[in-house]
């Protein structure tokens, strides 16, 4: 990947961004944040992925949000494809 049109980027999992030359071509975070955040970027996006962010707001029901989200997703998609199924295919009355 090109970053700024003049360094090519590599991002491996362990290390991060890093150029070719081994070096990392974004800032640091400052030390104080890290050291006063309550928590990790890493654990706040597992907790958004999972769901988990809802468990204060809907309860133990939170386990229910990704099914159903995934659910939602395959009906619009169907329900899109047919609509534009048959819009396309309807018969032109002269």
């Given at each position: 990947?090109?970053?700024?049109?003049?360094?090519?980027?590599?991002?491996?999992y362990?290390?991060?961004?890093?150029?070719?030359?081994g070096?990392?071509?974004l800032?640091?975070?400052?030390?104080?944040?890290?050291?006063?955040?309550?928590?990790?970027?890493?654990?706040?996006?597992?907790?958004?992925?999972?769901?988990?962010?809802?468990?204060?707001?809907?309860?133990?029901?939170?386990?229910?949000?990704?099914?159903l989200?995934g659910?939602?997703?395959?009906?619009?998609?169907?329900?899109?494809?047919?609509a534009?199924?048959?819009?396309?295919?309807?018969?032109?009355?002269?």
């Amino acid at each position: 990947m090109k970053f700024n049109d003049s360094t090519s980027v590599i991002f491996d999992y362990a290390r991060g961004a890093i150029t070719l030359e081994g070096k990392s071509p974004l800032t640091q975070m400052p030390a104080s944040i890290i050291e006063t955040s309550p928590i990790s970027l890493w654990n706040t996006c597992l907790e958004i992925h999972t769901g988990r962010i809802f468990e204060p707001i809907i309860g133990p029901f939170y386990i229910l949000v990704v099914p159903l989200t995934g659910l939602a997703t395959i009906f619009i998609l169907i329900t899109g494809f047919f609509a534009w199924w048959m819009a396309k295919h309807r018969k032109k009355v002269s």
